[in-house]
């Protein structure tokens, strides 16, 4: 054995020794680890802490006014529920607000995660001039007070012809300066540049580099914003009970309907809000799983 393979010999013996120690490493590290019982119980105290308010909206809903104005207050479900349940669908004409509000909240978040995720590409990866001055001035948007803009929104519309109709409320959302500062953050460092300049070379368009390069990167946090902006969307009040009217209401416009009147019927109006919250939670219920996982996913990409 000459001189030269010494050393190549001890390390490939080093290699064999240390491959075991590391292999053992790597077995323990995809070890699922089990939480103590401190764990149960402190996440048990928040699960209920975070459904307190939506149990006493369903026990609410189940009792008569009467008994929500006595003390102390009930703490279990009454035998009223169904009926104030029908009252609410009934009085605050619910079926077309619940129509109206999908396809409102539909809308907007096909739009701003569609919209939202082009223009953060294009500040994330694209070269262009004045990007660092529009990127400044689309972030410097969001400390306006949505409040100033309900007047001048107003009138535009009103200009348009379009007061009292469903596209005044879902145009000035289409694109929010969140999702776009949102997008951008993330394609910053999900999307290589490298993985888009191998697609021009080999001859993609950007049309074609967007669908199938930057669409599957930005899949994690796409579902992330769809999943708040759609929740937002479903929630807005300042903006629809000003543009729409009782004839043509959203759900959070329907409510506000079951609140007038000289004596409010407290049950039937815990009853309207709790039709109002049940589509969010079926939504949940349903995508739950894929959204958490799309998160995981953009965070081990991270």
Known sequence: MTTSEVP??????KEKGD???RRLRILGAGKQLHAGPVTYVVLTLFALVSLAPLLWTAIAASR???RLAQTPPPLWFGGNLFKNL????EEASLGTAMFNTTLVATTITVGTVLFSTLAGFAFAKLRFKFSSTLLLLTIGTMMIP????VVPLYLWMADLGWSNQLQTVILPTLVTAFGTFFMRQYLVQALPTELIEAARVDGASSLRIVWHVVFPAARPAMAVLGLLTFVFAWNDFLWPIIALNQENPTVQVALNSLGTGYVPDQSV???GALLGTLPLLIAFLLFGKQIVGGIMQGAIKG
Not at 8 to 13: F, N, V
Not at 86 to 89: F, V, Y
Not at 146 to 149: F, G, S
């Open 64 to 66: 008569t006014d009467q």
């Open 8 to 13: 190549l010999t001890q390390a490939k013996e």
């Open 146 to 149: 949505p409040q100033l803009a």
């Open 269 to 271: 109006i815990m009853a």
């Open 86 to 89: 029908e009252r609410a669908w």
């Open 19 to 21: 491959r075991g120690p």
